[in-house]
């Protein structure tokens, strides 16, 4: 999807769009082509807005009308299905390949040094850090908890279960940290987005250009760029980010003598 010129469109246009329209946007998006095949009325119910609200999105991408649009994205899945079929052979995962490492390259470049160390700062400092994310990127934050918890004490994950969850939250406070790895198709995730709010402990965010709904309440925020291999949104892209900001805490801590200590513990338990 992220190479399809339709979907790529609805992601410029979105920013600048009216809530009820980015509320059509998102719907399209986390089914894309399917909830684009539809009824305008059915689209409209499951954005929450009513079907002239939907019909001016379409009215404002330059189609005329959402007939047009449909057809537009069939010829766009017919395109994509042959792409697919292409890119199944050596050469075509070559392509993928360069594309993978063009998109790491800019998911990179948008991450600032300075950016890297507030978080690193933050990560370093902290009473206690906690990560979660939905579920694919939650792989990412068991990485960066694996890793971190190397590096200092009282790096966990956020439980699962809704009863372990909810008493992480109470015990937070302002000396705490929410890491929260947040993408499209976004997920509930109260304890992140309730943990600013109710506790005061300070949120990080890791998410994509559509605007995770904890956007409004991350203290820092790291919106990486769209860019994909094929139909798959790289776990690559969040597992390199991370590295990042390991380093970066790492170079705080200085860890070494910990790390060391840490090995002949594992050694003398094997």
């Given at each position: 999807?992220?190479?399809?010129?339709?979907?790529?469109?609805?992601?410029?246009?979105y920013?600048?769009?009216?809530?009820?329209?980015?509320?059509v946007?998102?719907?399209?998006?986390?089914d894309?082509?399917?909830?684009?095949?539809?009824?305008?009325?059915?689209l409209?119910?499951r954005?929450?807005?009513?079907?002239?609200?939907?019909?001016?999105l379409?009215?404002?991408?330059?189609?005329?009308?959402f007939?047009?649009?449909?057809?537009?994205?069939?010829?766009?899945?017919?395109?994509?299905?042959?792409?697919?079929?292409?890119v199944?052979?050596?050469?075509?995962?070559?392509q993928?390949?360069?594309e993978?490492?063009?998109?790491?390259?800019?998911?990179?470049?948008?991450?600032?040094?300075?950016?890297?160390?507030?978080?690193a700062?933050?990560?370093?400092?902290?009473?206690?850090?906690?990560?979660?994310?939905?579920?694919?990127?939650?792989?990412?934050?068991?990485?960066?908890?694996?890793?971190?918890?190397?590096?200092?004490?009282?790096?966990?994950?956020?439980?699962?279960?809704?009863?372990?969850?909810?008493?992480?939250?109470?015990?937070?406070?302002?000396?705490?940290?929410?890491?929260?790895?947040?993408?499209?198709?976004?997920?509930?995730t109260?304890?992140?987005?309730?943990?600013?709010?109710?506790?005061g402990?300070?949120?990080?965010l890791?998410?994509?250009?559509?605007?995770?709904p904890?956007?409004?309440?991350?203290?820092?925020?790291i919106?990486?760029?769209?860019?994909a291999?094929?139909p798959?949104?790289?776990?690559?892209?969040?597992?390199?980010?991370?590295?990042?900001?390991?380093?970066?805490?790492?170079?705080?801590?200085?860890?070494?003598?910990?790390?060391?200590?840490?090995?002949?513990?594992?050694r003398?338990?094997s």
């Amino acid at each position: 999807m992220e190479n399809d010129p339709i979907a790529a469109r609805l992601g410029t246009v979105y920013p600048e769009l009216p809530p009820g329209e980015r509320a059509v946007v998102r719907v399209l998006l986390d089914d894309y082509p399917f909830a684009a095949l539809g009824s305008l009325r059915g689209l409209a119910e499951r954005a929450g807005v009513s079907p002239p609200t939907a019909s001016r999105l379409f009215d404002r991408l330059g189609f005329e009308g959402f007939a047009a649009f449909q057809a537009a994205v069939r010829d766009g899945a017919r395109d994509r299905s042959q792409l697919l079929e292409h890119v199944s052979g050596p050469a075509g995962l070559g392509q993928a390949a360069e594309e993978l490492r063009a998109g790491l390259d800019g998911t990179l470049s948008a991450v600032p040094e300075q950016l890297c160390h507030q978080v690193a700062g933050l990560l370093a400092e902290a009473r206690s850090v906690w990560a979660l994310g939905g579920p694919l990127s939650e792989l990412a934050a068991e990485y960066l908890i694996r890793q971190l918890a190397s590096l200092r004490q009282g790096a966990y994950r956020v439980p699962g279960p809704v009863p372990a969850r909810a008493r992480t939250v109470l015990d937070l406070g302002p000396s705490d940290v929410v890491v929260a790895y947040d993408f499209r198709r976004y997920s509930p995730t109260p304890p992140a987005s309730c943990a600013p709010r109710t506790s005061g402990a300070r949120l990080v965010l890791l998410t994509d250009a559509w605007g995770s709904p904890l956007a409004a309440h991350a203290e820092v925020l790291i919106s990486l760029p769209r860019e994909a291999s094929g139909p798959i949104a790289p776990l690559a892209h969040e597992i390199a980010v991370t590295e990042l900001l390991l380093v970066a805490t790492a170079a705080r801590l200085a860890p070494a003598r910990r790390l060391a200590d840490l090995d002949a513990l594992t050694r003398s338990l094997s």
